[in-house]
């Protein structure tokens, strides 16, 4: 039998990581000295590798500032996760989905534009990462929608396209799963619109946790 392979995103699928995200841009734009970004632009560009949404938010600035205010942006989250300030709660009902598809012999991964140690901490403080057998970041690809993620974590599970699916929040997710051929499954408590990813291609968008366990059932 073909192993079956669930593939999620993180921030916006797994976890609701938007505070934590616009708290550190605010204070990585505020290091360099430029006007911080609405939080509802902010919201858009999660998923990105942090070097490209930074790229988005301030077309404007300069590679030097661009650079800057990455570096930041990773010093006030790295901070905020030290010292207790950070939060991003699981959404309700993830982590008992998971262990049911766990339990029924999915091979679960992740694919995210959080950093690896960023991902393992997430993971690790909602006693997760036991259940996922392959992980990859934006630490070691290219950024989404590049299907680069998806195309390493079947060749870690030896799972093919047409048993593989990919669930997410965003555009960038759906378009990557495209691009590896593999099944695009939307959700919609994170931070793209349900018809965006709909016309980015996902078969379908689950509103609830129950929804969204049947459709990775298929």
Known sequence: MS?????????????????????????????????????????????????????????????????????????????????????EPLFEGMAD????????????????????RGLASTLAVHGLTRFFATTHTADRHPSKPHPAMLHAAMEDAMAEPYVTCMIGDTVFDIEMAVAANVRPIGVSWGYHEPDELLAAGAVAVADTMAELEKLIDG
């Open 97 to 116: 989905m998971l262990q049911r598809l766990h339990g029924r012999g999915w091979t679960l991964g992740v694919a995210t534009g959080k950093s690896d």
């Open 3 to 87: 192993v079956r392979l669930a593939v999620f995103d993180c921030d916006g699928t797994l976890s609701d990581g938007q505070a934590g995200v616009v708290n550190a841009m605010n204070a990585a734009f505020a290091e360099v000295g430029a006007p911080a970004p609405h939080h509802s632009q902010v919201r858009r560009i999660v998923g990105l590798s942090l070097p490209q949404a930074i790229r988005r938010l301030s077309p404007d600035l300069s590679d030097d500032q661009h650079y800057a205010i990455v570096q930041a942006y990773k010093t006030a989250f790295r901070s905020a996760r030290e010292n207790g300030t950070l939060r």
